[in-house]
């Protein structure tokens, strides 16, 4: 059974749609990335899905509860870890962890909060004021609130945002260990390397879904595959040979490199060098060429702004 | 394992945050303190100019019913029968300390989760609104109700040592047992319900403050209708006004809950 179900969900303030229509899956043990710009209905959606706020139309399945009728079940199920981390600066990391856990029926507030406070490293401070952490520290303490009720579905929303970058990549390993617990986590992001580092699919959005499969799809999918073969020299018959076969839909020299599309450049890949090397071309090396999700991800939104245009 | 009680939790911490606001704590006793003292004052100017004032027309009905209510009372000269209705009227005034209180503490209450950001963590739990406002509501009312009890035992204790221990056996009455153990609490809770709705509905905490003010009103009305004889509460009429507030905060509880929208509260503070 999937850990999240989106059908048709939908969220209009007023006039201004920001969310539309989403139907997604996001299955057990899965981390997903919701990459969009600001303004992209990123937030809508996590608050959406954690029950927070209603849909304006369609509804979600989340841990096994509908967000629009088991919300109460819902909220012991799912841990949220919200845009600002949203302390109590005045107590101790302790006493903030086992007051939020303390809402939760069944849960050892004393024992959870101790185990998050050595999970993510603030052990030694748990009776420090909040107010005396770092932003880092702030955001890791509200790491372990959101895991507190050992939730089926972790929402984190911009979980790096603002953080130096250390901070980040201590956040970013906290969030990594998460996922090879086999947790579900769905990461609101815009920050690209991050989605690529943790996740296994990626979420495009811009108020709809843009695009959802995994980097590696994703890239197969918007760029042809491209393969650079390094050589001593590209001579006429070389470029004549290659463009003379079927599958290669462009081939275009660059330097002493010769950058190849083809339709599949894994299958294709040895009748090409077959082909080089019988025009006589002596090959260096052969390496594809990839593209960065930085590249995808402004071409999604390039066409996502065509479309809506 | 502690027992789950979202309420005990959502009091603890309150406390917790009180505990480490000395400036909060300052405030909340200095009000009490204020409200003593200008009851310690009227005793004085009574014992000093009660003949000249008691002879005032104002006042004339008022002793008229205290010494219907207080045989007793008709032993009394003029200006101790003045001082009587005085002091008899201040756990009325003590009405105002929870309601004071409630203006400092509860119209921050909400506000300040809301401006924390803690508030969006908060609504991801189970807690149920009831719980949260009523945990809220609580914990000031609590400390208000003890502060207010403390107030009352000094305000014994100021009278004896003033010299007028002989009036506090006209004073201590049912009526006054009533409206300290039933009415007060009463009270109480009802003006830390209203500050928390306040809150939960103010764009900020100047706003919440202002909208929290008209708490006193209805309370300083109560204490000018006894004072002036309009209604002369009875322990009747104390028992019933108890009750009628005590059901005033269930109503008050469930609008709370109604008014308390949690999409509004999260989608426009950011």
Request: glycine share 6%.
């Amino acid at each position: 059974m999937p850990a999240i179900e989106s059908y048709g969900l939908t969220r209009n303030f007023g006039q201004i749609t920001a969310v539309e229509d989403l139907n997604f899956e996001v299955a057990e043990g899965e981390i997903l990335a919701f990459l969009g710009p600001n303004g992209a209905g990123k937030t809508t959606t996590i608050r959406m899905l954690a029950g927070i706020i209603a849909a304006t139309s369609g509804y979600a399945i989340v841990a096994g509860h509908r967000t629009d009728k088991d919300i109460d079940r819902l909220h012991q199920d799912i841990g949220l870890l919200t845009e600002a981390p949203g302390l109590y600066d005045r107590l101790s990391a302790r006493r903030n962890l086992e007051y939020f856990a303390g809402f939760y029926p069944g849960l050892d507030s004393v024992a959870q909060a101790q185990k998050y406070l050595k999970v993510v490293g603030l052990e030694e401070r748990s009776e420090d004021r909040v107010g005396t952490f770092s932003k880092g520290m702030k955001q890791r303490l509200a790491l372990a609130r959101a895991l507190l009720p050992e939730p089926k579905v972790l929402f984190l929303d911009e979980p790096t945002s603002g953080l130096d970058p250390e901070a980040a990549r201590e956040v970013r390993e906290l969030i990594a260990n998460l996922g090879r617990e086999g947790r579900t986590i769905f990461i609101s992001t815009h920050n690209l390397t991050e989605a690529e580092q943790l996740c296994h699919r990626i979420a495009v959005v811009r108020t709809r879904m843009v695009a959802l499969d995994s980097p590696e799809n994703l890239r197969q999918r918007l760029f042809q595959r491209e393969v650079v073969i390094q050589m001593e020299s590209i001579t006429r018959q070389v470029l004549d040979a290659v463009t003379g076969l079927s599958f290669v839909r462009k081939a275009v020299p660059e330097g002493k490199d010769l950058v190849v599309e083809l339709d599949d450049a894994l299958s294709q890949r040895p009748e090409l060098v077959k082909g080089i090397v019988d025009s006589g071309g002596r090959i260096i090396a052969v390496n594809e060429r990839r593209h960065s999700l930085e590249e995808i991800y402004l071409n999604l939104m390039r066409e996502a702004g065509h479309e809506k245009a | 394992m502690k027992k789950h009680n979202p309420i005990r939790n959502i009091i603890q911490k309150e406390w917790r945050m009180l505990a480490t606001d000395l400036q909060t704590i300052m405030l909340v006793s200095l009000i009490p303190l204020i409200i003593v003292g200008q009851v310690i004052l009227y005793i004085w100017i009574a014992s000093n100019f009660g003949d000249s004032i008691a002879a005032n027309q104002f006042f004339l009905n008022s002793l008229e019913r205290l010494r219907q209510s207080m045989p007793p009372a008709s032993g009394l000269s003029q200006s101790q029968q003045f001082l009587l209705l005085l002091v008899s009227q201040f756990n009325f005034y003590l009405l105002l300390i929870p309601t004071m209180i409630a203006v400092s503490l509860a119209t921050f209450s909400i506000v300040d989760e809301k401006l924390s950001g803690s508030l969006e963590a908060l609504l991801a739990t189970p807690v149920k609104t009831w719980e949260l406002l009523l945990g809220k509501a609580l914990s000031g009312a609590i400390p208000a109700l003890v502060v207010t009890w403390i107030c009352a035992a000094v305000f014994l204790l100021g009278m004896a040592a003033l010299g007028w221990g002989n009036l506090i056996g006209l004073v201590v009455t049912p009526t006054w047992f009533i409206s300290l153990f039933l009415l007060t609490p009463a009270v109480a809770v009802l003006s830390f319900l209203l500050g928390v709705i306040g809150s939960s509905r103010a764009k900020d905490t100047r706003n919440a403050q202002n909208a929290a003010l008209f708490i006193i009103f209805p309370v300083l009305a109560l204490v000018a209708v006894q004072i002036t004889g309009v209604v002369w509460f009875t322990p009747l009429f104390t028992l019933l006004l108890a009750v009628a507030i005590g059901l005033i905060d269930v109503m008050t509880l469930r609008v709370a809950v109604r008014l308390f929208q949690r999409e509004a509260i999260v989608i426009k503070w950011r």
